[in-house]
């Protein structure tokens, strides 16, 4: 009997635990219910709220499309309003107005004509054009992330404090076009110069951010990292998709461009696309090679200059730089070691920053070598082929050259100095009988403009007059006097490539004095900067603004007064590389106490390369 009750009494005590277990976890699993009835609450309020977030940045993206549309609208009346009233005082202070004037002031007193008439006649220096004026980027607007920063390097135990080069904003090639561009930073920075481009959109907001501006064609190019890289690799993500789809009912182009990475990878997403491209050579697409970009790789300086060492190439790029601080680098040392399988892109790259690529310095090799970066095609030129390739236009400004020149003698030695440069398109020669038949004959496709002599004039007379024929975008001046190496012109118009001037020249250059048979360089630091003045016989100029500024009536010192009023005006000089032009002179005092002796003998080994 004991034995039986101990047992109920273990199985009550067993049947209390139990019940007392239950009573626990039903106290927990109604706790659990209303925490989750709580997170379900929370999480509805968090929905409208997300909603109603989402709703507030539709509205603040609207304002703000709306705000800027206003921003542009004002900014291109202001500009409208200033070339009407330009329009207005030119025509004021045109010659046929004027006399036009003076015969109706006049036309009943003839000493008031005459008077009239002879004031009329006199030159009137003409209002300058307004400028359209870049608009102010609005606060925020401008990525910032994209311009360097200053930075410390350690080289071999040394440290070096880097001053950035400051990565251009705008004016680009093709204003009339809008790209929305998919990219690394190293490929945007050579197409953001190419057209209005629009870059930072997700699969999840391109449907908002792309009809602000909707573009002409979409550009994706093969990129790894970021929120595309996962609808690109292997099978096409929807978002991608959905942006495809979204351009196929708006009728625009859409481009992918591979560029990295192994192109099966990308084969399946690529294959959604209108045109592919690569820069590989055996793949069977059409193939879209890098190119260099003017506006960001140039001979342009650092702040600081380079530091006097060669560097690797390990060295010059460290590890995960930022494509802004890479394009400081390539600017930072006195030459580059690059070693055997350097991409082709990445030496043309360093050699158009002006950086010398071997085992010691030398600037008459880097020329040469930026020179080549060059030829061997710029992105603007790229992005001509892929426009051609998709069927858009590719509109955009040209350089063709102008060049004056007044031929008192010597004939043949100036007229050769002509022929033989590139890119001229029109000759506008003053001097004797004989020198238009032979322009022709030396230059049976340039356009020849002929004038004889006159003696009355002064040289800077003619060349003022030669201004209203010239024809060219650029407009050169030539002096027979001099020699000019046969890449003298192409070199100096590569710097309206990436320089804000709208006067280029040199203000650097070798000098040839005949009598001591000396060869001198002038202000060899004077290379890539904006200055003062440059050398009248290096001029390259924008030719409505040399039309503005006018030409001096003077036959020495000419130059010395277009530099004067382009200070004056506000206007922008550039000197350029000291290579491919001589001054030549029998006797020059002021050279000889201006500038360092490089040795006796020629010049043109040293500056035609």
Known sequence: MSTELESTRRALREAIAQAGQAAELARLLDAAQARLAEAERSGEEARVLAARLEEAEEQLRRERAAAEK???EAAEQRYQAEVAQWKLSSMKVARWTRIGDAIKSGKSNPVRLAKGLRVAAKPVKRPSAPKRKPLPVAKGAEKSHFQATSSIRTVEGASFRLKPFRVPTGPNTRPHLTAAVIADPHVEALLRYEWRQTVGFTPRDFARVLPLETPHLLVVESVTEGPWAQE?????????QALLAWCAERGIR???????GNLADYAAAAALFEHRFTVEDASGWPRLKFGVQPRVHNPLPLPGGRIDRVLSLEQLLPDDLPYPDTLTSYRWPAAVE???GTPQWRLAEIAACGTPIGPEPDSRRAHVALRRAYAGGTMTERVDDLLAAIGLPSHRATLNISVMMVVHDDVEQA??????????????VFGPDEAEERA?????ATDVVFRPLDPALTTGAMLNRGLDLCEGDLVAVMDPRDVYGKYYLSDLTRAFLFANADLVGKAAFYAHLRAPQATLLKQPEAEYAYLPEINGATLLGRRNTLRELGIADLTDGWDTVL???CRTDGVKVFSADRFGYVRVRQED?????????????????HALI
């Open 563 to 565: 530099m004067r009023q």
């Open 440 to 444: 022709r004959e030396l230059m049976p």
């Open 232 to 240: 690109l690799l292997g099978e096409p993500g929807e978002g991608l």
């Open 254 to 260: 859409t481009v992918f461009w591979h560029t990295k």
């Open 70 to 72: 206003l921003r542009k």
């Open 589 to 605: 005092r002021w050279l000889l106490g201006a500038a360092h002796l490089v040795e006796y003998g020629s010049a043109e080994p």
């Open 415 to 428: 007229l050769a100095q002509v022929a033989r440069q590139a890119g001229v398109t029109q000759l506008v």
């Open 338 to 340: 690059a070693p055997p």
